[in-house]
């Protein structure tokens, strides 16, 4: 019984990537069973990340950014991954610092699709899969501060939750730091997550200017130098401006 239940979510599950975005109704009819049936398998999925709902119609459901964790060749049929390997093992190289690439799931929060390691004994880990909230984050702000204005106001009415006592949690410190974001053309984070973790992060566009993810630079406290912000800043710029020529074919 447990066994058909797992692979009628699976196929619930492709279903849902095959048609995205697609209401229960649908569903219902494609698969012949029972609408609870089919609701009660989208909000499981839901819950674990697998699934969504869509944000312009919550009654109908796409693939949520786990999907993407798990396999993130499935992103832009496998292009960012590609097009950002290289220079994400060039900034390490570069740093030895740990690079990572995340993917924002709608406003809900970005996840992290890729990491590349560096050699010191101490260092930043994030795993596959890991999820952070936008606001929190370099590679979360990097990402909010090219969004259009609505997005912003909708994720700061949404509330925003203080991690840390330096958390841009208040609507005009996140505003101006977004501002700030898009005359540097890079996202810092002191501490304003995860205690001990510094990062910079800057975002990859698409043709149309939309950030498609966050490629970071993440370092202990320890080894933080302020007086090399502006220089790093500027790497992990350059190498998502690199990823998103690539994407592009240039």
């Avoid at 964790?69 to 991954?81: D, E, H, I, N, T």
């Avoid at 290289?86 to 929060?109: G, K």
């Avoid at 002191?190 to 973790?197: A, E, L, M, S």
Wanted: proline share 6%.
């Amino acid at each position: 019984m447990e066994m058909k239940s797992v692979t009628r979510s699976l196929r619930i599950l492709e279903a849902v990537a095959q048609h995205q975005p697609v209401t229960v109704g649908e569903l219902t009819k494609l698969f012949g069973l029972p609408k609870s049936t089919v609701q009660r398998t989208l909000v499981t999925l839901a819950e674990a990340g697998w699934l969504r709902a869509n944000r312009k119609d919550t009654t109908r459901w796409e693939i949520g950014a786990r999907v993407l964790a798990v396999r993130p060749a499935a992103l832009q049929g496998s292009s960012l991954f590609a097009a950002a390997r290289e220079p994400m093992i060039r900034l390490r190289d570069t740093v030895n610092e740990t690079i990572h690439l995340s993917v924002p799931d709608a406003l809900q929060c970005v996840v992290v699709v890729d990491r590349v390691d560096c050699d010191h004994p101490v260092r930043t880990f994030h795993t596959i899969g890991d999820t952070s909230p936008l606001h929190a984050t370099a590679v979360g702000r990097a990402i909010l501060a090219q969004l259009p204005k609505q997005d912003v106001e909708e994720l700061i009415a949404q509330g925003l939750e203080r991690f840390s006592d330096t958390t841009p949690a208040d609507p005009d410190e996140l505003r101006a730091e977004l501002d700030r974001i898009r005359a540097d053309g890079y996202a810092v984070n002191r501490n304003q997550y995860r205690p001990g973790v510094y990062a910079l992060a800057a975002p990859v566009l698409d043709e149309n200017g939309t950030p498609l993810a966050a490629v970071a630079i993440s370092m202990p406290d320890s080894r933080y130098d302020v007086k090399r912000e502006s220089e790093w800043g500027g790497l992990v710029a350059g190498a998502a401006e690199e990823i998103s020529g690539r994407l592009l074919g240039g």
